[in-house]
């Protein structure tokens, strides 16, 4: 039996050693507060540094292993990456280039830590830093990162550790399931909403949104497993798992009423939120969580219903859209337009009963971590303040005095104040005790998404109002 046993296993690792050839350098490392492979510790170390998982042509693992194994080739490598003009003015650096050495920044010591300590200041009272400040920081971690590499204390082999964790994480490094997910999500949508009358493409994009689907479980799946707690611990993490809600809501409300609206829809938008995800400037990395967050039942109970209410939303802001952009070129019949609007109703429905819970149990779980259950941290007042406007929509819609117009305009306008909720008070705000969900940056590409919405809505308004001018 023994012996069975020890076939088995030298199968089993013969296997996994197949599947890992060519992902990335597989040998564990341990590494902010983790065992990881070395591929990963590589990635996210040139990811941060450089601003990319690859350089020149070569695997981040290719990279760093080159400098680890030559400490003396980092102090003259420009690979450190600034992008903030006004960082680089106020360190009297070029500003027509990029990438700067680490004997460069070295040298500029004194400043940075002025202003990283400026900007601590300044959290310590409450008060959010400046963006040199915020982007000094940066840089500092940067600089701490190249330090540590340099001295050989960025890492230590840990071996002997479970070489199928190790396995996943590589695998996921390499399929890179979300990015593969994004696609198929947007050419599913645009396969059965141009398409639906071709019955072969229509086959074709059915099958996109399951491997979507597929994909996108598959790297959540792989999170959880490596982690062994769910992924919602960040903002990209939150992302990630809204949308996967999302679509779930999608095939649900899509299977009770007989109905595929809600998963074409929701296919544009999974994917647009992926796309985001990236686009951001949110560390993908797969971090330790801090002290207050590992509670994992306040996490999973709290955290993961108040991001599914974001799914729920999320989908009612795609269901809107298509409702008015349809209603706009007279593309819903009497019958339709009812199926349409209830179904957007519906969904809506679902989303303040999320965050209205999920808010309650935040309550509970800040009692037992800071002392009190509600203290009109911005955080608690967006998301009640979310809650609160969702719900008057609900209550106008069933009172009958909106129009399924308005209704779905509702659904759509309602989205920017879970946009609020959801990155303002982290990214915009920056203050409160949430600060493990604070970051810096990406806020042209909501802008970018609101001035697009906004647009497109002045564009549908002017549509249905000319075409009942016309018609009256």
Request: some cysteine; glycine content about 10%; overall charge positive.
């Amino acid at each position: 039996m023994g012996v069975k046993i020890k076939n088995h296993r030298a199968i089993f690792l013969f296997l996994i050693s197949l599947l890992l050839a060519g992902c990335g350098d597989p040998a564990p490392v341990r590494h902010n507060g983790r065992v990881k492979p070395f591929d990963s510790y590589a990635r996210e170390t040139l990811r941060l540094v450089a601003g990319s998982e690859g350089w020149q042509g070569r695997s981040a693992a290719a990279v760093i292993r080159d400098l680890s194994d030559h400490p003396s080739k980092i102090n003259g490598f420009e690979w450190i990456r600034i992008e903030s003009a006004e960082l680089k003015k106020s360190l009297g650096l070029s500003g027509e280039r990029r990438y700067f050495s680490l004997s460069e920044t070295d040298a500029r010591l004194e400043k940075i830590g002025s202003l990283v300590r400026s900007a601590k200041a300044k959290r310590d009272s409450d008060l959010r830093p400046s963006k040199l400040e915020q982007k000094a920081e940066l840089l500092y971690a940067q600089i701490d990162a190249v330090e540590k590499l340099g001295r050989g204390e960025a890492f230590t082999p840990a071996p002997g550790e479970s070489l199928t964790r190790a396995g996943i994480e590589l695998l996921a490094n390499r399929a890179k399931p979300f990015e593969r997910a994004a696609f198929f999500y947007f050419l599913a949508f645009f396969l059965l909403t141009l398409f639906k009358k071709n019955p072969i493409l229509k086959k074709i994009g059915w099958v996109a949104l399951g491997g979507a689907f597929l994909f996108h479980t598959a790297g959540i799946a792989a999170r959880v497993a490596i982690l062994a707690r769910p992924p919602v611990s960040n903002m990209y993490e939150s992302m990630i798992f809204m949308n996967w809600v999302l679509i779930v809501f999608a095939a649900a409300f899509s299977a009770l009423r007989k109905n595929l609206l809600a998963l074409v829809a929701g296919s544009a938008a999974s994917g647009l939120v992926m796309v985001y995800a990236n686009l951001l400037p949110l560390d993908p990395g797969l971090d330790v969580l801090v002290p207050v967050l590992r509670s994992n039942y306040w996490l999973s109970i709290h955290v993961m219903t108040v991001v599914s209410s974001y799914g729920a939303f999320g989908l009612a802001m795609a269901l809107g859209n298509r409702h008015l952009f349809c209603e706009a070129f007279g593309k819903l019949t009497g019958v339709s337009e009812k199926e349409s609007a209830d179904l957007v109703y519906r969904v809506i429905q679902l989303g303040p009963l999320l965050i209205g819970t999920g808010t309650v149990l935040g309550g509970v779980w800040a009692n037992e971590s800071w002392g009190r259950f509600w203290g009109w941290d911005p955080k608690e007042t967006w998301a009640l303040i979310t809650f609160l406007t969702y719900l008057i929509v609900v209550h106008l819609k069933f009172a009958k005095k909106i129009s399924d117009f308005y209704l779905a305009l509702a659904a759509v306008l309602g989205f920017s104040v879970v946009l609020m909720t959801w990155y303002g008070v982290n990214f915009v705000l920056g203050r409160g005790l949430h600060s493990y969900g604070q970051g810096t940056g990406g806020m042209r590409w909501v802008v970018y998404y609101l001035v697009g919405q906004a647009a497109f809505l002045g564009f549908i308004s002017i549509r249905k109002f000319s075409r009942q001018s016309r018609r009256a």
